[in-house]
């Protein structure tokens, strides 16, 4: 069995979805219950096994950077966390030269692969419960690439990768084709490639071969196709929430669910809820089917 140990996290991108906010402060620094969202996404790759990650920053991420020096004060509990967490793994920074999106982001990741499968998981994303053992564990049984996906109403297709695929058993997918954000009428499924990766180091020469594509850019999701087209790409459907916590939102309702699974504030949570009139609290979030935008 191979080890994976190595995730690839994109945070470059701008977060004009989330202006003013982030005119001064990175879309990934945005607090999420008493975290910010890239803590989550570190915490995720760390609990499925990852020991080293590679954070793909630019221009006015430094805090980013700054956020995973360890601070030594163990007064305050969620800081002694954040130093424990830090200790169970390397973080290794490179600024993209500017941010030209996923696939000029992960071309930055190719010496850190070292010719290995890695994880890439995006900086402003994540989903509870974690989608990623599903995908490493669909790796180790297919060894071939395995993607994220869940389904989303047809209206919003056109904001994804879009995939082609035929079920093959566990939840997982032979994926067939995949087109970067389609017009609905024309998507192959409404199964949306939510975000989470884990790719064999054959993505990098596929990348060089890739021409741009969907707004005259190169897409990640075209350079997945030649391992479709060879039937060496499998889906896994991840059945938790996700959140894009780089969209106003889902960044609010990411942080009424935080707030409700964390024991010193669901009370208050839960009592402003239902003062508010929602009711039904917490059977609001739970019956709510999976969760993209
Ligand atoms: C990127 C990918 C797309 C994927 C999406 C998930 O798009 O290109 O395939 O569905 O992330 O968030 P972007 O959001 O960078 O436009």
New binding site residues.
């Given amino acids: 069995m191979t080890r994976i140990t190595r995730a690839v996290i994109p945070a470059a ?1 701008l977060g004009t979805r989330f202006l003013p906010m982030t005119r001064s402060m990175p879309k990934e620094m945005l607090p999420v219950g008493r975290k910010p969202v890239i803590q989550y996404v570190v915490e995720m790759a760390v609990d499925a096994g990852i020991t080293e990650c590679l954070i793909i920053t630019g221009r006015g991420k430094r805090a980013v950077e700054d956020y995973f020096d360890r601070s030594d004060i163990a007064e305050n509990e969620e800081n002694a966390r954040l130093d424990a967490l830090i200790d169970r793994l390397d973080i290794y920074f490179v600024r993209q030269k500017s941010p030209r ?3 000029d982001a992960l071309r930055y990741a190719e010496p850190f692969a070292s010719g290995e499968p890695f994880v890439v998981l ?1 900086g402003d ?1 994540f989903t509870r419960p974690s989608c990623l053992p599903p995908l490493i564990e669909a790796y180790q049984r297919h060894r071939v690439s395995a993607i994220a996906v869940q389904p989303v109403p047809e209206e919003l297709l056109d ?4 995939v082609e695929a035929t079920p093959c058993g566990r939840g997982e997918l032979r994926i067939t084709d ?1 087109v ?2 389609p017009d609905p009428r024309k998507a192959p499924s409404n199964l ?4 989470a990766y884990l790719l064999t180091p054959s993505i990098f020469p596929a990348l060089a071969r890739t021409r741009p594509g ?1 707004n005259g850019e190169i ?3 075209d350079a997945l196709r030649e391992a479709a087209e060879a039937g060496r790409l499998v889906g896994v459907v991840a059945s938790g929430r996700r959140y ?1 916590i ?1 969209e106003p939102m889902s960044w609010l309702l990411a942080n009424i669910e935080l707030g409700l699974a964390d024991p010193k504030t669901r009370e208050a949570v839960q009592g402003l809820l239902e003062e508010l009139g929602a009711g039904k609290g917490g059977a609001l979030l739970q019956d709510r089917s999976p969760l ?1 935008r």
């Fill in positions: 991108g999106g996923l696939w995006l994303t904001r994804y990768g879009v995949l970067e954000k949306a490639v939510l975000g969907r897409q990640l999701t894009d780089g993209i």
